[in-house]
C-alpha cells in the first residue's frame, strides 16, 4: 500500500503509527453516505497501530495511493465500534 503524505496534519500521531493502522487486519474503512466528507470523496478508516493505539483517520484515495489528512485517537464510540467489528470477524 502506498502512502502520499502531502496532506497530512496531524503531528501527534507519527505518519508510521497511521501506516499500521491502515495496515491492521481488523481496520474498517468506510465511505461516508453523505454530506460534505462524501461530496469531496474522503474516506475513514478505524485501525490499531502496532502499539494497540486506536486511531481514527480521514483519507482520500485514488486507488493506487492512500492520502490521510488528518487523524486522532479513538473516541469511546468509536473504540466500541471498532472492537465490536473485530469480534464479528473471528
Request: glycine content about 8%.
Amino acid at each position: 500500500m502506498d502512502f502520499d503524505w502531502t496532506l497530512y496534519s496531524t503531528p501527534e500521531i507519527s505518519p508510521a503509527e497511521v501506516q499500521e493502522s491502515f495496515e491492521d487486519p481488523f481496520c474498517l474503512r468506510i465511505l461516508p453516505g453523505g454530506g460534505p466528507l462524501a461530496e469531496h470523496s474522503r474516506f475513514l478508516c478505524l485501525g490499531k497501530g502496532l502499539s494497540g493505539k486506536p486511531i481514527f483517520s480521514v483519507y482520500s484515495s485514488d486507488g493506487r495511493k492512500m492520502r490521510p489528512i488528518v487523524s486522532r485517537l479513538m473516541s469511546e464510540p468509536e473504540s466500541y465500534f471498532y472492537e465490536r467489528k473485530a469480534k464479528e470477524t473471528l
